[in-house]
Structure formats: structure tokens, C-alpha cells
């Protein structure tokens, strides 16, 4: 999906609309799937009956919050809805959404102020949404207040209330209705926007430079197949003290999907790495690098001669992942990546990449997408450029964004877990730019899911592989 400015989402709102879907049907597909997150992370919550407190506004947004209220509790959660508006300030489909709840014999709290505030575990902010601009005020500034001083997961609906002001809503998620806005672009804002979802409203996604990576619906497999049919893959990699990272890898794959996967590394650490992945085959064989569906190489690597990478990937016949140690050996010669026959993903840090195009890390940092697509263009590869809005370009010009993930990711072997799941997607059929969003996108939702269940300084690889959901 692309990104969109508030004024191009109220446009193509009013068009869907004008072309005959009623704007109750469209507030009613964002309510559901905003109760679906809901839902899902509510099962990941370590409360056993986790309490939702909605602070709605007069809006539209205050309406999603309704319909998406009426679905949650529909299927038995606790919900308060706390409106900062007076009833009759409401109106249209907000009004009907309001309507419906009503007639499940709930009663929602108009101008609550004074009401002693519900223990919550979800605190959804559906203040102001998109049409707001300037500094909040009165008492939608004091709910905003209230909101950020309260425990609980923080959630905005479309966007943080107050983005870009001085007193914002400070989100752990956004649940972005239709399209991603482009707000979520500027890195100075990720610490109020958090991770974000996309709801699809079923609105005609407009064409953009850049994409925003949304999940895909994962197929089913089939009821007569075999481990031969989801791929076969391979994770090179591992050295002395560094044996941890190819096991991550290899773990990643495993839970990604991947039919079979082996791990080759030195000889003599077969014996510490066979334990850590007992659903691999782990071996110390280099020369047998064909057969495969896909290849990792580098995780856990150390430092090598640039002759033995180059010879590893040119005997390989099936698409290659380079991360890590595989990436520095090609240090200021990236373009010499392009001469390789087989499809390549490059999984750079900052750091990485800026050794790769021979400039800083902080030259990298300051413009991102400059620096990602110049890789992806010299190498000929699809580059995955790491970070907290983790990019991914192809060698066509294609980009994207993935904005899931959280600060509790930067720590160490997260970035192995992710290219497990990168070469397991690629094993298992998918192009390699497809391969790469998928993977930074599920790599981010695992990462999310373990901040929900235990808390963003427990995030780490181990945990974080307990998640993905290819």
C-alpha cells in the first residue's frame, strides 16, 4: 500500500463514496479491522480479561472507535468509551455508529471529566484523526494528558491525536485506516507513532514513489505435500564465539516455514550448534553448497578472505542472502555484486551499508532512501537496509517501508532472526523482493507481539522467533 497526505485520504474517501459505497460501510470495515487488531493483541496479553478504554472525539474517528467498541464487545470484552464531546455534537455515520453501540445496552461517558479512570490494559486515543491541525486544546488537550499518564498499551486510530504539536498522543501502535499517511515518513516522529498497521478499507490504492509494506494473506498448504515442498534450504555461516547467530538463523528459517534447512559451519563447532537447531541438518562440509532452494551466508561468519565468499556464491545455483561478515567482504565493491548469475538479497546495517558504498554511517542515516536505492542500483540486488523504519529497494527502483518493530529490537542477533526469515520466504518460492518486504514486516510483528506479552526490554532474537507468523 502506499502513503497518502490527509487531504489525498479525504479525497479518496468522498470518490469511493461518490462511486457508491455508503461512508457507514467504510467506517464500519475500519472498526472491524481495528477490532481485529485489538483482538489479536489481546491474545497476546498477559491479563486473562484485558480492559480497552476508547477516548473518542466528536469525528469520524471518534465513530471507528464506536463500531470497533460494539465488535469487542460483541465478543465479550470490557470496554469503556470515554467521549469528550457532548452527544449532540455528533453526527452522521459517527452519530449511527454511537446509535449501534447504544442498542447493545452499553452506555458510553460524554465529558467524563471527574470520573475516576478504569484500569485499562488498551488505551485507544480516537481523539482527533486526520481533519485536526494545531495544537489540541480544552479538553481533548486534558484527555491527551490524562492518556499518556496512564499504564496500558497506547493505541491511536489513524493517527496519534495532537501529531506534530507539542502535546501529542504517544503511541506504542497506529492503526492507520486505509492507507498508510505520510507523516510516518518523517523519523522524528516514529517515537509517537510507534508500529504501525494498515487497515484496508477497500479503497483503490493511488500510485506513490515509496510503498508501505502490509501484510500478506498466507496460503494454505496443501493437505497431500511433503517437507520437499516448502523449501530446502541452507544457512552458511558460524565461527569460533560466534556460533550463536547462524543457530538464530537457522531457528528463523525453521519457523518461517521452510521445509528443510541445513546449517554449515566449521567442523569442529558441529557439536555446539546441532543442539541449539535440532530441527536442522548441521554440517561441515563447504564444497556442498548445491541442491538448495536458497542460501544464507555470513550470520556468525567472521572475518574471511573476499575469495572465499566469491566462491561460494558463484557456485551457487539457487538465490543468495549476504548478511553480515558476507556483506563487509565486499567492502568499498559493491559493484562487483552485480557480476554474480544468482538472485541476491543484501541485509546491511547502517554501518554495513556505509562500508559498502565507501561513506559513513552517518551519511547513510541522513538519507536513507538515497543510500539504499544507490546499493540496490550498483549491486543489482534487493537491498534491506536495517533500522527503525527498515527499508527495503530493488534493483528496478522499486521502494518500500516497513513500519513495524519497536526500539526493544536493537539488540543483538534480532538482525540474524531476520535473515533466517528472509532466505526461508525465498526457499519457499517468493521473488526475492517480495521475500524481503514479507520478512521485515512478520520480523517486526514478532518483535511487537513479544513487547505486548512481556515487555519491550525483554524484545531479544530468542523471543522475538517464538512470534513470526509467515
Known sequence: MTFVTSEQMR??????IDAGTPGAELMDRAGRGIAQHLNDWANMHPAKQPVFLFLAGKGNNGGDAFVAARYLKQVGYTCFVWVYADRSEIKGDALDALDKLEQTDFNPSFQPEGEPVPLADFVIDALLGTGASGEPRGAVKDAISLANKLDGIKIAL?????????????????????????????????GVIGSVRV???????????????????????KAQSHKGDYGKICCVGGSPGLTG?????????????????????????????????PEAMVKGDWTTING??????????GLVEASVINELISKATAPVVLDADALNAFAGRIDEIKEFSSPLILTPHPAELGRLLGISSAE??????????????????????????TLVASPCG????????????????????LAGIVVSLLGQGLEPYEAACIAVYEHGCGGDCVKIKYGEPAVCA????????C
Open 11 to 16: 479525497a479518496l474517501d468522498k470518490q469511493t
Open 158 to 190: 489513524d493517527v496519534p491525536s495532537g501529531l506534530g504539536s507539542s502535546a501529542p498522543f504517544i503511541a506504542d501502535f497506529t492503526i492507520s485506516l486505509g492507507f498508510a499517511k505520510d507523516d510516518f515518513l518523517n523519523p522524528e516522529l516514529k
Open 245 to 277: 547467530a547462524i543457530a538464530l538463523s537457522a531457528k528463523a528459517a525453521v519457523k518461517s516455514g521452510a521445509g528443510l534447512v541445513s546449517v554449515i559451519t566449521h567442523q569442529d563447532l558441529i557439536p555446539i550448534v546441532a543442539p541449539q537447531v
Open 292 to 301: 538448495y532452494d536458497a542460501l544464507l551466508i555470513g550470520p556468525g561468519l
Open 364 to 389: 547513510v542515516e541522513s538519507n536513507r532512501q538515497a543510500a539504499v536505492k544507490e546499493a540496490a542500483e550498483r549491486s543489482g540486488a534487493v537491498v534491506i537496509l536495517k533500522g527503525a523504519q
Open 398 to 417: 522499486k521502494l518500500a517501508m516497513n513500519l513495524t518493530g519497536n526500539p526493544g529490537m536493537a539488540s543483538g542477533g534480532t538482525g540474524d532472526a
Open 462 to 469: 530468542g523471543s522475538l522467533i517464538e512470534f513470526i507468523r
Open 199 to 221: 487497515v484496508d478499507i477497500g479503497i483503490e490504492d493511488p500510485d506513490s514513489a515509496i510503498q508501505c509494506i502490509t501484510k500478506r494473506v498466507s496460503a494454505r498448504r
